[in-house]
């Protein structure tokens, strides 16, 4: 699997969360550190490797 999780960042206080964490607390987007619902999605800083032929 090379799927990579997806990152939430806190409007609050910037923190970033992986989707994973998110899921282990119930699945709610919810930031782990403060609690605030607001969160913005983030791609994470993954270099794409794209197979040249
Ligand atoms: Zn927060």
Not at 8 to 30: A, F, H, Q
Not at 48 to 53: G, L, M, N, Q, W
């Amino acid at each position: 699997m090379d799927r990579t999780g997806i990152i939430y960042e806190c409007m609050r206080c910037g923190s970033t969360v992986p989707s994973e964490e998110l899921e282990l607390r119930g699945g709610e987007i919810k930031c782990i550190i403060c609690g605030y619902r607001i969160l913005k999605k983030v791609k994470p800083p993954v270099v794409k490797r794209v197979k040249a032929r």
